[in-house]
């Protein structure tokens, strides 16, 4: 095997596409019992709903260009209407601030559908689900990776395609220099501390009452709230980020009970009744989320690759995922940036014997 990728999010799979299409020996390893890593989206009859990252922008060449390969649809974040702003005793008012999200573009379908096309192209004998590594040996220029369920694999090269917290939980024979493990566990990874609320409905009865969706709430338990619906027709969604911290929202039907009472009084009774009310809670899940992504991130991050982390083992054991990228780091454009910038590594780089 020339080439490992370990984590088939986007950053991951936009790699294995690219090294596909060159005809390169590669094989790529994912966790979960999906492809797709933080993008997740859950079906409500025929329309998709994203539990994890929604929106992307203009001036994202690399999304872009891969939502017209596969001929995808996108469509504006709706944001047509008054705003909502809760205070910390519950009242609501109307019409406070602007919509902070207008701009943004959203996948119709959901995200899932860039992924889910990315992972159809990889064929079945280079990819694998319910493939943990935990640790990784060097020795006479082969890269051992083994398996939680104990099976190994040898490759001349590895590809680290994860969040780095989650990278520097695997074993490395010889052990990695202290600086790079150390760095490796101070970059945050992007919402990793994050969960998100999807309530579905038949009707839109918030843009019925001239209400845009857009809600803030000093009082919780979500303190953003946004539309979440598909680009036309129903169901209909309003989606929002829970603000409360990881270790209180573990009980799952007291938050969903929560998330409902909160959205009537933003919103009126008919929020009281949704069809669906789907929790996705980030931080609780290991693939993601490390014990250290539970402190909450108040800026964005200033990613890229960090010298400790670049040229391990010689540059065959090299750090990618959207942290790496310096531009759009945390970012869906970011995941691909790094890949863009790890196969540029791979392909340029001549292959080096320890």
């Known amino acids: 095997m020339r080439t490992l990728i370990v984590g088939g999010g986007l950053s991951g799979l936009a790699l294995a596409d690219a090294l596909e299409a060159q005809g390169e020996d590669y094989l790529l390893l994912e966790a979960r019992t999906r492809f797709g890593g933080r993008i997740e989206t859950r079906q409500v ?18 999304i872009a260009a891969l939502i017209a390969r596969f001929g995808l649809q996108k469509f504006e974040q709706f944001s047509t209407g008054a705003l909502s702003f809760e205070d910390a005793q519950g009242t609501v008012q109307r019409g406070r601030g602007f919509a902070s999200m207008r701009g943004s573009w959203r996948l119709a379908g959901g995200l899932a559908g860039l992924t889910d096309a990315l992972a159809s192209g990889v064929p079945d004998h280079r990819k694998r689900l319910n493939a ?14 083994t ?26 024979t010889p052990a990695l220099p202290v600086a790079s493990v150390q760095k490796m566990r101070n970059v945050a990874t992007w919402m990793a501390g994050q969960a ?30 946004h539309d979440a619906s598909p680009a036309a027709g129903g169901p209909y969604a309003l989606f929002g980020f829970i603000g409360i911290p990881p270790q209180a929202r573990l009980i799952a039907d007291e938050l969903r009970r929560d998330i409902v009472a909160q959205l009537v009084r933003l919103f009126g ?44 083992w010689d ?23 790094a890949a863009e910038q790890t196969l540029a590594e791979l392909t340029s780089a001549p292959h080096k014997n320890p």
């Not at 490759?155 to 939980?169: G, I």
């Not at 065959?316 to 940036?337: K, N, V």
């Open 45 to 62: 009859d025929d329309k998709g709903f994203d539990l994890g990252p929604a929106w992307f922008w203009d001036g994202q060449p690399r």
């Open 132 to 145: 943990q590594v935990t640790a990784v040996e060097r020795s006479a220029g082969i890269y051992t990776a």
């Open 147 to 172: 398996l939680q369920d104990g099976s190994k694999i040898e490759a001349e090269r590895v590809v680290l395609a994860l969040p780095p917290r989650v990278a520097a939980q695997i074993a490395f």
């Open 196 to 225: 998100k609320a999807v309530a579905v409905y038949d009707t839109p009865f918030w843009r019925e009452a001239g209400l845009s969706g857009d809600a803030t709430s000093r009082r919780g338990p979500m303190v953003e709230i």
């Open 269 to 312: 009774p008919q929020a009281a009744s949704p069809r669906e009310v789907f929790v996705k809670d980030w931080a609780q899940n290991p693939f993601t989320a490390t014990p250290a992504d539970a402190a909450p991130l108040y800026a964005h991050p200033d990613y890229g690759l960090p010298h400790a982390m670049a040229g391990l």
């Open 315 to 337: 540059g065959q054991l090299i750090c990618s995922g959207t942290e790496t990228a310096a531009t759009f780091g945390g970012y869906l454009e970011g995941a691909l940036e």
